[in-house]
């Protein structure tokens, strides 16, 4: 195991280091939170595939593909199908609003009305996706160091949270490049095929299992659904995937680059079903399907081609719990405490808003890291997340591109109904009950047309000064004040 150990010290290092070269790029506010808005199609698609393809893509869509044969490949499938409606649909208005939050969308949209109460929805969602990736550190230390959990998820989301610390988007999105890179080896070309010879190979797979592991919808039609409703919508919608849209240089970049990213999803899902198929014919009596992964990188691979893909492992986990994290800090910054205090933002005091935002980076990272801590179910934490985003903020979100006669108020309405009713439902029939997102889904759009037709158009002058920001007109000019090279 020395060398498998070599493998992942050196690639946590790295992770460290990039974190500090990122730190002497990020100058300004806009560089720290977006990039500097300069990636171009090859390191925006690396990013935006390493953010939405994380812990849960990775040991637990191995475990679905063991519990459910191929058909567990939908999870991640309609996380792909999101990024792919996102980048085609709705890329290119986000990333020519330039603003640094769903929030501010909002606000533009609507008149400047939703901003507070949407963040606090927006900052919950964010949080439990950065808990329940730092959570995932425990199982990944612990096959390799056998570690006790509170101190794996210490050292994982402590790793996680300097580097994001130090050089805020600029340092995600270098580590990230690596991640993918690091993915893309030890998943899809080292331990697929590795896992199919060792089961034996398709034919001998289908012969030791039933015919329903085969079975394209054996999961379930009602599985499938729900999956679309909360992973697909979800990808439309959230902060941690539009900071990523806005880091884009250009409309093309922001389409072209999401729709490569989105493809490589589909292919990661169906890899991460067949992985755990293989699983099932040589491990067939695990206590849990989501052990699959972590036993067959601990028994059949060799050293050193173990040590990278449980490298990829990481990879995966940290690429999703840094963009959670700098998007609940971006959030909890811009859209909850700069509105409470009533702070102007964009002063041009570019040094003190890096600083700021490091703050609520690092406070955000120790709350995260507690909390992970404190809570032991992922899925059920991942749930909440998603049942909170989709329910509370899909329809305001999406009215608000597509709708012209939607309010200020019946957005309100919306996220306030939606998000109370996904709580109160998730109370009564479980956190694992799809009745929730359902129900609470349904009660958001009745309150945002209701209240919408019920109140006063939206003033002709919001919308004028709206159409023109999706026009890619009048936006505010956050670049940085010294030239700094595109990114490729």
């Known amino acids: 195991m020395a060398i498998d150990y070599t493998v992942i010290v050196v690639y946590l290092a790295g992770m460290l280091a990039m974190g500090w070269w990122g730190m002497r790029r990020a100058r300004s506010k806009s560089e720290f939170l977006v990039a500097g808005r300069r990636l171009g199609p090859a390191m925006y698609s690396g990013t935006m595939a390493a953010i939405v393809l994380g812990g849960a893509s990775t040991i637990g869509g191995v475990g679905l593909g063991y519990k459910y044969g191929l058909s567990g490949a939908w999870m991640v499938f309609t996380i792909g199908l999101g990024l792919l409606a996102l980048s085609v ?24 009305r939703a901003g507070v109460i949407s963040g606090v929805v927006m900052w919950a969602y964010t949080l439990m996706l950065a808990v329940t990736s730092t959570i995932a550190y425990a199982t990944i230390f612990d096959v390799l160091f056998d570690m006790n959990r509170t101190l794996a998820i210490v050292i994982g989301g402590s790793i996680v949270v300097a580097y994001s610390t130090l050089g805020g988007m600029w340092s995600i999105t270098l580590t990230d490049m690596v ?69 884009a240089r250009s409309d093309r970049t922001a389409r072209l680059g999401g729709t490569v990213a989105g493809t490589y999803c589909l292919l990661y899902a169906l890899a991460g079903a067949v992985i755990g198929t293989a699983a099932k014919v040589l491990y067939p009596d695990l206590g849990s399907a989501d052990d699959a992964f972590a036993t067959i990188v601990k028994d059949e691979l060799p050293v050193g081609v173990r040590g990278l893909v449980l490298a990829a492992a990481l990879a995966a986990v940290m690429s999703t719990s840094s963009g959670a994290l700098i998007a609940c800090a971006t959030v909890a910054n811009n859209d909850i405490w700069s509105r409470l205090r009533g702070a102007v933002r964009d002063t041009g005091q570019a040094h003190d808003e890096v600083r700021g935002n490091r703050v609520f980076i690092l406070i955000m990272g120790v709350g995260v890291i507690c909390t992970a801590i404190a809570l032991n179910n992922v899925v059920e934490a991942l749930t909440v997340a998603y049942n909170l985003l989709v329910g509370g903020l899909l329809v305001p979100i999406l009215g608000g591109l597509l709708w012209k006669r939607g309010t200020a108020q019946g957005a309100l309405a919306a996220v306030v109904v939606g998000g109370l009713a996904v709580v109160g439902l998730m109370a009564g029939y479980g956190i694992l009950a799809n009745e929730p997102v359902y129900l609470g889904l349904s009660a958001s759009l009745v309150a945002y047309v209701a209240v919408s037709l019920a109140t006063p158009a939206t003033d002709a002058a919001v919308l004028a000064a709206w159409r023109e920001r999706l026009a890619g007109r009048g936006a505010p000019d956050d670049t940085p004040s010294e030239p700094v090279p595109a990114a490729p």
Not at 90 to 112: Q, W
Not at 182 to 200: E, F, R, S
């Open 89 to 112: 649909f709705f890329s290119a208005r986000i990333a020519r609003l330039k603003v640094y939050t769903v929030s501010e969308m909002l606000d533009l949209r609507y008149g400047g």
């Open 179 to 247: 991640q993918f890179v690091v993915k893309t080896i030890g998943v899809l070309l080292l331990l697929l095929p590795i896992a199919v010879v060792k089961a034996g190979g398709f034919a001998e797979m289908r012969a030791k299992l039933p015919t329903g592991y085969f079975d394209p919808l054996g999961i379930g039609g009602e599985t499938i659904f729900t999956y679309v409703l909360i992973y697909t919508f979800g990808m439309l919608i959230g902060q941690d995937i539009w900071q990523r849209v806005f880091t």
